[in-house]
């Protein structure tokens, strides 16, 4: 019964699922709560803002796919 209301039905999460929108958005907030700001603080000393973001965004995009 319980697989009948969640196939297709956008309106119930799939507990189950890793990559449920909450889930994202805590390894998100992890990410930027505990490894982003230690590692932009360190950008800075050496690079402005724009490119301190732009070089961990390029760090993150590199690890994330491959």
Do not use: C, G, H
């Amino acid at each position: 019964m319980s697989v009948k209301l969640r196939d297709n039905n956008p309106n119930i999460a799939d507990l189950s699922d890793l990559f449920r929108p909450t889930k994202l958005a805590e390894m998100f907030n992890e990410l930027y709560v505990n490894q982003w700001t230690s590692a932009f603080t360190i950008l800075q000393d050496q690079l402005s803002e724009r490119s301190a973001v732009e070089f961990l965004l390029d760090v993150f995009l590199v690890r994330s796919f491959s």
